[in-house]
């Protein structure tokens, strides 16, 4: 009638313990005060009578810790009851959890334990998806995939700046920072692996923590520019004169985010998570529950579907340009749309959006396609935005090639049609500048490129 709040440890070893709040039986009935005399606690160190085969490939991470009362079910208490268990082994990020968990939250996590809330009495055990063939080779596509990107965006990073005609239009400045965003990701996700390696470097994970969370943010932020830019030029062509453009969206770009992490880590500092084992796996990401879902997930999910609606909308004023013009854009392929469909999905992240879907049936299979695209998401930049444009192989073969071919500077390859070519460049271009006086943001940097190219499609 008068219970206090009471606690059960296991102390040798220190397995865990349980904590029953005052209020465990504030809520019971006359009667079942009556009925109720004592509380017992059970500690089990081994899972013999605890086999379920629904469980698949789950294993049990630490001892069993069981509490109830006498002669009634508890359930629905208004303050939790606190679950200490000791970890058998620590718990990667992309563990999960068992049995029922109705009722229950985790309130911490680290190498060692596990702190749970629930508001019932029962058995509590921390439950651990196994380790399969599949998630080792998820993690290696994740390291390669990234080596291999890396490699990439630099050598397109390198194209671009090195090459003045290149980087004369708007979206081409955008793709310099998109790539160099993505490479700096790239780079300091690689160095994470390695840090787990020294775990008592605590200032150093925190620090690679915070650049990881940053520069994820600002690959996000670019992807959302890339969109935005999109619109403007081939949507909102009237009055889109917009002064200092690019210093606009450079301080967009790279000061959002700066802020959304200052916010997180002057919050608590503790928000960051430091290198967790002892071997390199997908780690030190960040944030405690709340702080993940506001600054990564949230903030990614609104540019993914803003990203989504501008593309929709994009492709269906290509569309209706290209319904209005037919003879302009008749010498297109149905593998030029293709391509450039494909080269400004890659633009905008849109495959990221594999993870969105990854569950149920599906969730392995959405998972191996968000690893490959995700992390080779460099190297598919670098083939549709410098492998396969006429533009860019004429650059490097005027300088970087000799002998046969090496081609003179200012020199035009030849292509047939090509005064109906230059014809049909000079309509769209005609018809893309009446509607807009700002070069620098014109449609054109999208649907036309020049006539040996043969492409006028936007992603362009």
Known sequence: TDFKETSFTITDPNNGSITLPPTLTENLSAEQQQMVSRIQFNFYQKSSLFQDKA???????????????????ITDLEDDVIIYLRNTQPVPVNGSGGWNPK????????????????????????????????????????????????????????????????????????????????????????????????PDAVGLCISTAWFLHYFLLVTFTWMGLEAVHMYIALVKVFNSHISHYMLKFSLAGWGIPMIVVIIVIAIDKDNYVFCKTKKPSLL????????????????????????????????????????????????????????????????????WGFAFFAWGPVNLPFMYLFAIFNSLQGFFIFIFHCAVKENVRRQWRTYLCCGRMRLAENSVEPHCNTENEKSSVTRITSLQSSKSN???NSSSSYLVSDSSDQINGFGE
């Open 438 to 440: 700002n070069s620098s």
């Open 284 to 351: 030190i990401i960040i944030l405690n529950d709340v702080a993940f879902y506001v600054a990564v997930v949230a903030y990614f999910c609104i540019i993914f579907l803003f990203n989504m609606v501008m593309f929709i909308v994009v492709l269906v004023q290509l569309h209706r340009l290209k319904k209005q013009n037919p003879h302009n854009l008749q010498h297109r392929t149905t593998l030029q749309d293709i391509r450039s469909v494909l080269g400004i999905t890659l633009l905008l992240g849109l495959a």
């Open 55 to 73: 469980l698949g490939n789950k294993s049990l991470n630490s001892g069993i810790l069981g509490a109830s009362v006498s002669n009634i079910t």
């Open 103 to 198: 009722g229950c939250h985790v309130q911490n996590i680290t190498d060692n334990e596990t702190i749970c809330g629930c508001n019932h009495l029962t058995s509590f055990g921390i439950l651990l998806v196994s380790s399969t063939t599949y998630t080792t080779i998820l993690t290696f596509i994740t390291y390669i995939g990234c080596g291999i990107s890396s490699i990439f965006l630099a050598l397109t990073l390198l194209t671009y700046i090195a090459f003045g005609k290149l980087r004369k239009d708007t979206p081409s400045k955008i793709l310099i920072h998109l790539c160099l965003a993505l490479l700096l990701l790239n780079f300091v996700f690689l160095v994470d692996a390695w840090l787990a390696l020294y």
